[in-house]
């Protein structure tokens, strides 16, 4: 579905400040590389049940974490990981190592890696979720989600790129609106940043909308947080 994966490229190759501060970094562990293969080996997922990679997102962004933390070049390890699984320099493979990095910052963003929680990133190693430990969603568990929802694109289910770590909270919210081009809107932008939002995401955007969508997507903008329909609202707009 050329919608659904443009809109997966557009969420992970986004400018992301945390991705080009780990590229200055000068090491890369290679060791790490080798234990991620396996967690992301194409022809392993395939094997895997319905929403089977979940476990596998937990115990890669833990890895990444001892990376970071051990002084090294987590996008380099990333890198190099996809091209152990023979994808390196491809699209695919690009997607794939933007989203580990993207985890990573995911769960160093919602304060799971303070030394306080270093028994949740233990559990991490065994595929278990961590919890949020600052901001709004505090308490809850970290649990994993499809950018592209399951129910919209199921061909994505166990792709190592369409999946993010995410509050408990969150991830129940985007549930109401699965399915639907409203759901894949508001991930999408959910998934880029405010910070990150400009006239040619928009533009983007505005091209995935027809008119038809245009009714149901105004309705379930409340189901979005208020910064993403005030961005979503001039979309559905019809141009003059």
């Known amino acids: 579905m050329p919608r659904h994966l ?19 970094a000068i090491r890369c562990d290679p060791h790490a590389p080798a ?36 002084g090294e070049d987590v996008a380099a390890v990333a890198a190099k990981a996809v091209e152990l699984i023979g994808w390196g320099g491809t699209d695919r493979g690009n997607l794939t190592a933007a989203g580990m990095v993207r985890n990573l910052t995911i769960l160093e963003r919602l304060g799971s890696t303070t030394p306080a929680d270093l028994t949740d990133l233990a559990e991490m190693k065994r595929g278990r979720a961590a919890k949020v430990r600052i901001g709004p969603y505090v308490g809850e ?25 995410m509050p408990m909270s969150l991830n129940r919210q985007k ?4 399915g639907r081009k409203s759901g894949t809107l508001i991930q ?8 990150q939002i400009n006239d040619q995401t ?39």
């Open 6 to 24: 443009l809109l997966l490229s557009l969420c992970l190759f986004a400018p992301c400040c945390d991705r080009h501060a780990a590229s200055q």
């Open 35 to 70: 234990l991620i293969r396996p967690l992301i080996d194409p022809a392993k997922l395939a094997t895997l049940g319905d929403r089977g990679a979940n476990q596998r997102i937990q115990k890669i962004t833990a890895i990444l974490w001892d990376v970071k933390a051990d």
């Open 141 to 165: 568990v970290l649990s994993v989600d499809h950018i592209v929802p399951r129910a919209v694109a199921p061909e994505l289910d166990n792709v190592i790129a369409n999946l993010e770590l």
């Open 175 to 178: 549930s109401d609106t699965a």
């Open 188 to 195: 999408a932008l959910r998934h880029l940043g405010q910070d």
């Open 202 to 240: 928009l533009t983007t955007l505005r091209c995935q909308i027809t008119d038809g969508d245009r009714p149901l997507i105004q309705k379930d903008l409340h189901h979005a947080p208020a910064w993403i329909a005030d961005f979503l609202c001039p979309l559905t707009e019809r141009l003059r």
